[in-house]
């Protein structure tokens, strides 16, 4: 979270000495120090250096005070972009456009299987710029090109292409009624699921594209109007992904995107009178101001939130590698900065040392690099602010005794990076086993006695994800139903699908993300009563 306000073509960060990033064909793609990052592409390049503006009633405008903030790539702390610095009366205008074209607009109008079509279109044009929207993903996010090829990208894509087909299927229902106060009537009665409205929605940095999909995906299916806030790290593909929504025949108004800061533009948007709902995904410290802000008018939240998910390992794993394997890469995905990371890891004693240095073993081959490097297998932190929030609990859990297996330190020269960090001997009281800290960091914990597992693994305020790797499978029934998470992974994890519901108990969370689930997050039950 920001506290300061920017200036124009400055920001928060604006005090530190920053580099631009040049085209390939222009030396080594940097000025400034030298930097290993490949540079990027020519046409990625000529795109970057148009003006980054919000779209606004199907237009791009600059933000009402003409300032602007500045975007980094974390590989290298170059500036990459300037994009528009929405605010207050930027929030207004883009609520007014949504409303305009919810109340008033074709898209309405539109017939379901139109509307499906066009959503379809979006995920086509997604697939078409692959390439292009991995490198910038890349570049803006700091995740390994071949990582957002290969995942983010086509995720968001099948998203669009799976909630098309919903388009055509929000169906209420005929009700049988009784009346018992109205003996002899009849009546014919059934119900209705209309879109809420007016949709806001605040998106996070670790995934997004991905998240711009999870929330635009379902919204347009069911007809709702959108106003999207990317996250101030990486607004880049969201504004892409506008441009393409454009060319898939998006309608003006209906999706308005308004680059800016949380506590800014976010928070006029949380609070607005003229949205009918908010949909947030971030951590569970802003999820609470969300809810506050948005008792003013009671709009409808769903919130996605933070987690600190327990990965657990019997000694009776069906394929102890797999599940060391699946461990490490529960934890060092996208560089641990995912809702739903195994960070911690609990492994029944007797497989205790042999997890722990396997799962050890694979941190230390790791590759760390710039996204855009082919070789490399992890990124750096998305921004300087999280390599602070990383290392500050690496430093913690070290003061507070625990044992370093391997890592635990920020990997020296340009860029955010980390190292991949497995630590043992740890309490329940230290931070690095309570909070989440959304980086390559897993503690891991023995246990020998079943039901004592249970309550360690649900000994957190947060329930979004789970991982039990056995091949005993009444064991991995009774366990993925004692666990309080909204998703149980069993001998696998990270597994997600358009079709899968996504979400949280306790303090992760309220509602469900994809899936058929989500409508209900999107649509609101009308009852009609025709007296015969
Ligand atoms: P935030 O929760 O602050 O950011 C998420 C989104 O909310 C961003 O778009 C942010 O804008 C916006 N926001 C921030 N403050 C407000 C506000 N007052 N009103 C409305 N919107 C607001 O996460 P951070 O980026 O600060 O990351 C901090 C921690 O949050 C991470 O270390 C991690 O633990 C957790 N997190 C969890 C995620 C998840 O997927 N569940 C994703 C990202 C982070 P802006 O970008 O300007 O801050």
Not at 237 to 255: K, M, N, Q, T
Not at 489 to 505: H, M, S
Request: charged letters at 20%.
């Amino acid at each position: 979270m920001k506290t300061a306000t920017s200036h124009p073509q400055t920001s928060l960060r604006g005090t530190k000495s920053t580099r631009i990033i040049k085209p390939a064909g222009h030396g080594n793609g940097h000025s400034g120090k030298e930097s290993s990052a490949p540079a990027i592409t020519p046409a990625l390049a000529a795109w970057l250096a148009k003006p980054k503006q919000n779209l606004i009633d199907g237009k791009w405008v600059p933000a009402v005070s003409g300032k602007t903030f500045e975007v980094f790539n974390p590989a290298n702390d170059s500036v990459i972009a300037h994009v528009a610095e929405g605010e207050l009366e930027d929030i207004n205008r883009a609520v007014s456009a949504a409303r305009r074209a919810f109340d008033s607009g074709p898209w309405r109008r539109m017939t379901p299987s139109e509307r499906g079509k066009v959503v379809w279109r979006i995920g086509d044009l997604i697939l078409r710029h692959a390439d292009e929207l991995a490198e910038l993903e890349s570049i803006d996010n700091g995740k390994p090109r071949a990582v957002a090829r290969a995942a983010d990208v086509p995720l968001a894509a099948d998203l669009f292409h799976y909630m098309a087909g919903w388009a055509t299927k929000i169906e209420g229902h005929t009700i049988p009624i009784s009346v018992p106060y109205a003996p002899g009537a009849t009546f014919h009665a059934f119900t209705l699921r209309e879109p809420v409205g007016v949709v806001g929605q605040i998106i996070p940095w670790n995934f997004p594209l991905l998240m711009a999909a999870w929330k635009l995906g379902p919204a347009l299916a069911t007809g709702n109007c959108v106003v999207l806030k990317p996250a101030e790290q990486t607004p880049l593909s969201a504004l892409r992904l506008g441009e393409l929504l454009i060319e898939a025949g998006v309608p003006d108004g209906v999706v308005n995107i308004v680059t800016g800061f949380g506590e800014t533009a976010g928070a006029a948007l949380a609070a607005h009178d003229e949205v009918d709902k908010i949909a947030f995904t971030g951590s569970t410290e802003v999820g609470k101001i969300i809810v506050r802000a948005a008792a003013g008018n009671l709009k409808k939240v769903s919130l996605e939130l933070g987690g600190k998910s327990p990965n657990i390992i019997f000694k009776d794993a069906a394929d102890l590698g797999a599940a060391i394997n699946g461990a490490a890469s529960a934890i060092f995905f996208n560089h641990g900065q995912c809702c739903c990371a195994g960070s911690r890891l609990l492994v029944e004693g007797d497989i205790f040392d042999t997890v722990v240095s396997g799962v050890a073993a694979q941190a230390k081959k790791i590759k760390l690099g710039p996204g855009l490097s082919a070789d490399t297998e992890m990124g750096p932190l998305v921004s300087r602010e999280q390599l602070q929030r990383v290392t500050g609990y690496m430093r913690q859990g070290k003061e507070a005794g625990a044992c370093y297996v391997t890592g635990g330190e920020r990997k020296r020269g340009e860029g955010y990076f980390v190292e991949p960090t497995v630590i043992k001997d740890v309490t329940p009281n230290m931070s690095i086993v309570r909070e989440e800290i959304f980086g390559p960091v897993v503690v891991a914990e023995a246990f020998t006695d079943a039901d004592e597992l249970i309550s360690r693994a649900n000994h957190t305020e947060y329930g979004l994800a789970a991982g039990v790797w056995t091949r005993d499978i009444a064991k991995a029934h009774r366990i993925a139903s004692a666990l309080r998470a909204g998703t149980v992974w069993v001998n696998c994890y990270n597994i997600f699908d358009a079709a899968l519901p996504f979400g949280g108990y306790k303090q992760s969370g309220w509602g469900r993300e994809m899936g058929h689930e989500v409508l209900n997050l999107y649509t609101q039950t009308k009852a009609v009563v025709c007296g015969l």
